[in-house]
């Protein structure tokens, strides 16, 4: 089948650095991207103008009609996303963003389909991790208060996986040894939901 358009994702390897974008084309072509900041460290806004290619790595992410994939543009280059420094572009995706905008159940079809089975490089995988550990994760050092615990506590009550669901976790964790800290650390978060459990029975009594 045929597209129209694609979205995309340069990460450099070197530095984390990543850019965003959608182009109207193949995936195939000497297309790199257009972004201002990304062009000049890149090389150019050819593939072929790039000053160093083993230093970056391409990942087609979506696939779809134009309005589609700026659609998808605006909400993977969110302000959030702009706010983090290795981002290299410099305004929100998919020119006005995804405000006011309607996703049509054939476009979410879609949107859900072009990452179903998808597997990143071992490369990006990498630079993922490292760009989101530590003080990189948005969510580092943000502490949550108990009140909104018991909240997330009440609202994860009563929900059940699908079998198919189960069937998929437990497929994935099949053969897999967690390291010590990752037991330390499990055992430590069991120990904080027995404690919350013990609480709010209190509070209910």
Not at 155 to 163: F, I, L, Q, T, V
Not at 171 to 182: D, F, I, Y
């Amino acid at each position: 089948m045929e597209h129209e358009a694609f979205g995309y994702q340069w990460i450099r390897k070197s530095t984390g650095e990543f850019y965003r974008g959608i182009h109207r084309g193949n995936p195939e072509d000497n297309y790199s991207g257009s972004g201002v900041l990304f062009s000049k460290k890149f090389g150019g806004r050819r593939k072929t103008e790039c000053k160093d290619p083993e230093d970056w790595v391409r990942d087609v992410l979506f696939m779809g009609t134009y309005d589609e994939c700026l659609l998808w543009e605006s909400l993977v280059v969110t302000e959030r996303v702009l706010e983090d420094p290795t981002c290299l572009n410099f305004v929100v995706g998919g020119n006005r963003g995804s405000i006011g905008r309607v996703i049509t159940e054939e476009t979410r079809a879609k949107m859900s389909k072009s990452q179903s089975g998808r597997k990143h490089k071992p490369e990006t995988l990498e630079l993922m991790s490292k760009n989101n550990a530590g003080s990189n994760n948005p969510r580092y050092g943000i502490e949550v208060s108990e009140e909104t615990r018991q909240k997330l506590s009440i609202a994860g009550k009563g929900k059940k996986h699908s079998e198919e669901a189960i069937a998929k976790m437990r497929k994935a964790a099949t053969g897999k040894k967690h390291s010590e800290e990752t037991r330390r650390k499990m055992s430590e978060s069991h120990r904080r939901r027995l404690a919350l459990k013990m609480e709010l029975r209190n509070v209910k009594q």
